[in-house]
């Protein structure tokens, strides 16, 4: 097979192709090396557990109150009531929001807590 490359044209549309495929091979390396944005909220995520005595609500009311006065928080991305144990989990980002403010929050709404642990 011969080729007979004679056109500016082909001289260009080879070069455009051989820099598409280059940097298209390289994409992957530079992907590497950059952290996931899901990586970047993780590390700023704080779990704390909190013991909540006072929450005996068979109604569901107390996780109710709790869960919409947590949620409310800038900052607090996941909130988790066990009733059984008393306790309420809560996943926030610690630039916004810190355990002292949801101590407060707690004792606002009727329902002091301590911190069991972070």
Not at 53 to 70: H, N, Q, V
């Amino acid at each position: 097979m011969h080729i007979k490359i004679n056109s500016g044209k082909n001289l260009v549309l080879i070069s455009a192709l051989s820099l598409l495929t280059s940097g298209v091979l390289a994409m992957p390396f530079a992907w590497a090396g950059t952290p996931s944005s899901a990586a970047v909220v993780q590390a700023a995520s704080v779990t704390s557990v909190f013991s909540v005595p006072s929450m005996s609500c068979g109604d569901k009311a107390c996780e109710t109150a709790i869960y919409i006065a947590l949620h409310r928080i800038p900052g607090v991305q996941h909130i988790h009531i066990d009733d059984m144990k008393r306790t309420v989990t809560v996943t926030y980002d610690a630039k916004k929001v810190s355990p002292s403010v949801l101590l407060k929050t707690f004792r606002n709404i009727g329902y002091p807590a301590s911190l069991a642990h972070a």
